[in-house]
């Protein structure tokens, strides 16, 4: 990984050095970037429980960028996206697919850039191997996460459980204007 861009800031008590995320978190927006794993979710649990206890009333802007990841981690996020007080305002910037998809149809204020793109479909499950009773335990719990993911679009989009089972059983891709229509989001901006 690469160094963190550094703001400089010149004072009468010299030069301040700070990290470009402090700056976006001093105006209440935080980053949903790359793949979705416990690291990086606990990372933005902690921001936005900071952000909540700093201002309950006062909007928090999720970027969005990522093709996913961890299922339980993306909804320990989404739990906590809708157990905060504050509104939160998601933005697709380049892509949310997976889980990304599902954390951005969960904003308060859902919006996508002019190229940006979504991307829903079935968890995976990768590597799967064992004993039959221990493969149809597994089976039965994939079965019981696509009920939860597909309900929870389900409320977001405001389709039906058929229309999103539907739409998923496949990768779908939607365009900008194609995210709109679904209700994957509310409006396309050129604007940040």
Do not use: W
């Not at 470009?20 to 970037?33: I, N, Q, S, Y």
């Not at 979710?41 to 928090?60: F, K």
């Not at 940006?116 to 191997?129: Q, T």
């Not at 779908?172 to 204007?177: G, I, Q, V």
């Amino acid at each position: 990984m690469g160094r963190q861009p550094c703001i400089i800031r010149e004072t009468c008590g010299g030069n301040y050095a700070y990290q470009l995320e402090d700056d976006m978190l001093l105006h209440r927006e935080v980053e949903c970037v790359g793949e979705i794993t416990a690291e990086s979710v606990n990372s933005l649990i902690s921001q936005l429980r900071y952000l909540a206890r700093r201002d309950a009333g006062a909007e928090i802007t999720m970027y969005i960028n990522s093709p996913g990841g961890e299922v339980s981690s993306g909804l320990a996020l989404y739990d906590v996206m809708k157990a905060v007080r504050c509104p939160i305002r998601t933005v697709c910037v380049g892509m949310a697919a997976s889980m990304g998809a599902v954390l951005l149809s969960a904003g308060d204020r859902r919006e996508i850039l002019k190229h940006a793109r979504v991307m829903i479909h079935d968890p995976l499950m990768r590597g799967v191997g064992g004993s039959a009773l221990h493969v149809r335990s597994l089976s039965e719990d994939l079965m019981r996460t696509r009920e939860i993911l597909c309900e929870i679009l389900a409320e977001h989009t405001g389709k039906s459980i058929e229309e999103i089972y539907e739409k998923t059983c496949n990768d779908t891709y939607f365009y900008a204007e194609e995210a709109v229509a679904y209700g994957l989001v509310d409006r396309v901006i050129e604007e940040l």
